[in-house]
T-cell receptor, first 112, second 117 residues
Framework: AQKITQTQPGMFVQEKEAVTLDCTYD???????LFWYKQPSSGEMIFLIY??????QNATEGRYSLNFQKARKSANLVISASQLGDSAMYFCAMRDTFPLTFGKGTMLLVSP | GAVVSQHPSRVICKSGTSVKIECRSLDFQATTMFWYRQFPKQSLMLMAT?????????EQGVEKDKFLINHASLTLSTLTVTSAHPEDSSFYIC?????????????FGNGTRLTVT
């Protein structure tokens, strides 16, 4: 069974607008961590943001925020004020046991 | 700056030859490193877990004799693709957790794009 589901193969947004990338997960472990990574065309994986299952507040890192809805098992990434440099693949990942399990990714395209 | 260094970034080799890819943790000790493979426009698929001082753990369907992993020190793991074939052409990327805690993100190398002709 798929542990991480990213239902959007691609998203398109205009510069300066906000965009939400969806991620749902499945685990029976009460302790887990959720991560978002950005992968530009050059291939490197860039860590963006982390949310722990016991964290009371939604994680934020600059323009990135994680909309964590535990009961729905969703951990959507919100990027505010999109920039052209945000165009990339975005992967949601979960750690309930080592190592991370990745979703299939969402391609984000930001247009001027 | 980068905390995990992977080398080479790109390699082209002939069918039947072997290719070694190195993954180094730069400012921390990594008793565990992970090797992933990524086909174009697809997600990262875990190949194996590299353990310092012991044998690597391979995921189902990954040939351990084909993809040799050696974790020789606390800062270096190598992946050797033996007798490479065109179907081995892919993007290989290593990663290591800075700590063993659950909220520690994996740090990734920049990846190696392997092309087998």
């Amino acid at each position: 069974a798929q542990k991480i589901t990213q239902t959007q193969p691609g998203m398109f947004v205009q510069e300066k607008e906000a965009v939400t990338l969806d991620c749902t997960y499945d685990t029976s472990d009460p302790s887990y961590g959720l991560f978002w990574y950005k992968q530009p065309s050059s291939g490197e994986m860039i860590f963006l943001i982390y949310q722990g299952s016991y964290d009371q507040q939604n994680a934020t890192e600059g323009r990135y925020s994680l909309n964590f809805q535990k009961a729905r098992k969703s951990a959507n990434l919100v990027i505010s004020a999109s920039q052209l440099g945000d165009s990339a693949m975005y992967f949601c990942a979960m750690r309930d046991t080592f190592p991370l399990t990745f979703g299939k990714g969402t391609m984000l395209l930001v247009s001027p | 700056g980068a905390v995990v260094s992977q080398h080479p970034s790109r390699v082209i080799c002939k069918s039947g030859t072997s290719v070694k890819i190195e993954c180094r943790s730069l400012d921390f000790q990594a008793t565990t490193m992970f090797w992933y493979r990524q086909f174009p426009k697809q997600s990262l698929m875990l190949m194996a877990t590299s353990n310092e001082g012991s044998k690597a753990t391979y995921e189902q369907g990954v040939e351990k004799d084909k993809f040799l992993i050696n974790h020789a020190s606390l800062t270096l793991s190598t992946l050797t693709v033996t007798s490479a074939h065109p179907e081995d052409s892919s993007f290989y990327i290593c990663s290591a957790p800075r700590t063993g805690q659950s909220n520690s993100p994996l740090h990734f190398g920049n990846g190696t794009r392997l092309t087998v002709t």
